[in-house]
């Protein structure tokens, strides 16, 4: 199955919040295999068939998606991570990529209840959903991705010689003694880059990964929702993936951006998630 359907301005898409917000609990579980430790909350009945992991983006934790697993307590158990090296997990003792986080990741899922398992993504999130679904598919039965991330972005001719010129002006600078390393992240680096600190050789290894071949082997059933002002990750990075995932289904949320699908437009999001939870739960 592949299709498209944009969100525009002749559909008006309506979502109260009716559930009672609970708040997850201050003090985290831990998983801990290898010396590595994955810190993760749970919200609802841990013997409900319907699991609902929440994989945050980068520079988060598990309270991103809060606001939306507050809505699903009462008919989903739902697990919320930190990734090694957000909130309250330890960073990896090696710089990871995301087929590490995947693993790591796999090897803690395959400890919870039996259950159909949906895993809900943002951005960084999501490029490790992809790596599961592909590597792990026994540990996850869906992806909901939002924002996806994983595959290199297609620039114009003139823009890819920029950022090729950007980078090694960067390179050089930084490899003249007098180079001031600091100064030059400030002015080159980009956001997430500036503020990676112990985390930016994850953060490198990660964002230079080419997931294409990685999507192409996964079969489970994949929703993609894009805002279409998002410039992080443009709409057009979840109409490739949409092509490359032989069951996705793309959607596109008019006048959101990378961040606002989790903010101010995320009854768009939920109304999404919902619509994709519920057609799971009527093939079964």
């Known amino acids: 199955m592949r299709s498209s359907v ?36 749970t919200l609802g009945d841990e013997t409900a068939d319907r699991q609902f992991v929440w994989a945050h983006g980068w520079g988060q934790d598990h309270r991103a998606f ?76 869906a992806l909901f991705l939002v924002a996806a991330a994983g595959l290199q972005r297609k620039r114009s001719p003139l823009a890819a010689l920029k950022v090729k010129s950007k980078v090694a002006l960067y390179k050089s600078l930084r490899a003249l003694p007098m180079g001031d390393k600091d100064r030059l992240r400030e002015r080159f680096g980009s956001a997430d880059y500036r503020t990676a600190g112990e985390m930016r050789g994850i953060l490198t290894k990660v964002v230079n990964e080419d997931l294409s071949e990685v999507a192409r082997q996964i079969r489970c059933p994949v929703r993609l929702v894009f805002g279409s002002a998002d410039t992080e990750t443009p709409p057009e990075l979840g109409q490739r993936l949409a092509e490359l995932i032989p069951d996705a289904q793309y959607i596109q949320l008019d006048g959101l951006d990378h961040y606002s699908v989790l903010g101010d437009g995320r009854h768009q999001t939920a109304f999404q998630l919902k619509q994709f939870a519920d057609a799971l739960e009527n093939e079964t």
């Not at 525009?8 to 109260?16: F, K, L, M, P, Q």
């Not at 930190?82 to 090897?107: K, L, M």
């Not at 398992?117 to 790596?131: M, P």
């Open 6 to 41: 944009t969100a525009n301005g002749a559909v008006t898409i309506v979502y109260r919040d009716c559930a009672k917000r609970v708040r997850m609990s201050n003090n985290s579980r831990q998983f801990e295999r290898d010396g590595q430790t994955i810190a993760y909350w």
């Open 66 to 141: 809060l606001p939306l697993a507050e809505t699903w307590q009462s008919s989903a158990f739902n697990i919320a991570l930190d990734f090694p090296g957000f909130g309250v997990s330890p960073r990896p003792t090696n710089d990871w990529g995301t087929a590490e986080y995947a693993d790591a990741c796999a090897s803690f899922l395959a400890t919870l209840p039996a259950g159909r398992r949906l895993w809900i993504g943002h951005s960084f999130g999501c490029r490790i959903g992809l790596q599961i679904a592909a590597r792990h598919p026994e540990c996850i039965d």
